[in-house]
């Protein structure tokens, strides 16, 4: 499923807890009525890109490809944030 939004809010998180593992769950806004409103960033791709910070992503567009895992939880398996820029015409 293709999910577009905002992320309102991004946490990092022990799963299972007490493990070493560490994934990052987006909230997110705007992603339309019939959408997940938290997606969970696993693992693996937060070694692939350490820069992955929540305080980095929180207020950021993204666009990503999820799948609901059999847990229940809506599972990111690629992702893309907006690069923080605001575009806004010249003048008053």
Same mark, same amino acid.
């Given at each position: 499923?293709?999910?577009?939004?905002?992320?309102m809010?991004?946490? =990092?998180? #022990?799963?299972?807890?007490?493990?070493?593992?560490? #994934?990052?769950?987006?909230?997110?806004?705007?992603?339309?009525?019939? @959408?997940? *409103?938290?997606?969970?960033?696993?693992?693996?791709?937060?070694? !692939?890109?350490?820069? =992955?910070?929540?305080?980095a /992503? @929180?207020? *950021?567009?993204?666009? !990503?490809? /999820?799948?609901?895992?059999?847990?229940?939880?809506?599972?990111? *398996?690629?992702?893309?944030?907006?690069?923080? @820029? !605001?575009?806004r015409?010249d003048?008053?």
């Amino acid at each position: 499923m293709q999910l577009r939004g905002i992320v309102m809010k991004a946490e =990092l998180r #022990e799963d299972p807890q007490g493990s070493d593992r560490i #994934e990052m769950v987006l909230w997110a806004q705007g992603v339309g009525p019939d @959408r997940p *409103r938290s997606v969970v960033v696993p693992y693996e791709l937060l070694l !692939a890109d350490p820069s =992955l910070d929540p305080d980095a /992503v @929180r207020g *950021r567009g993204f666009q !990503a490809v /999820v799948e609901q895992g059999g847990d229940g939880r809506w599972i990111v *398996r690629e992702i893309g944030f907006a690069a923080g @820029r !605001a575009l806004r015409p010249d003048g008053p």
